[in-house]
């Protein structure tokens, strides 16, 4: 969702990669939400951080639990910022209540991603530089 808001918000010619620790592929859920806001993620697919390119990182954001321990550390990449997110994914209950929980990620995810296309030097979360 992170990547879809980022390659919709951030100025031409800016540089979206994502990746994981642990890819698992994309969440039908995570489809399903990020078309009601208009982002198609079908043609997006879930990698590993030693897919993306060798080049130089000016900013590397983690989300979810685990994801700030166990990022490598990428190359060029002086700040990192670490958004908390919970994991849309592990929520417990039925239908309507999980796919609440995706929409509630991908509503704070769109918020931040947006903060952080307004002022990438600050953007908001817990920054590790």
Do not use: N, Y
């Amino acid at each position: 969702m992170a990547e879809g808001f980022a390659r919709r918000l951030a100025p031409e010619g800016t540089a979206v990669f994502s990746a994981g620790t642990a890819p698992v592929g994309i969440h039908p859920l995570a489809l399903r939400v990020m078309a009601e806001s208009g982002i198609d993620l079908s043609g997006q697919r879930s990698k590993r951080v030693d897919e993306l390119p060798s080049s130089e990182f000016d900013l590397v954001v983690t989300l979810c639990g685990s994801a700030r321990e166990t990022c490598p550390v990428l190359p060029g990449a002086p700040r990192r910022v670490h958004w908390p997110l919970p994991d849309p994914a592990s929520a417990k209950g039925g239908p309507e209540e999980v796919l609440g929980a995706f929409r509630s990620v991908r509503d704070e995810i769109r918020s931040r991603v947006a903060e952080l296309m307004r002022d990438p030097e600050h953007p908001e979360g817990v920054a590790d530089a």
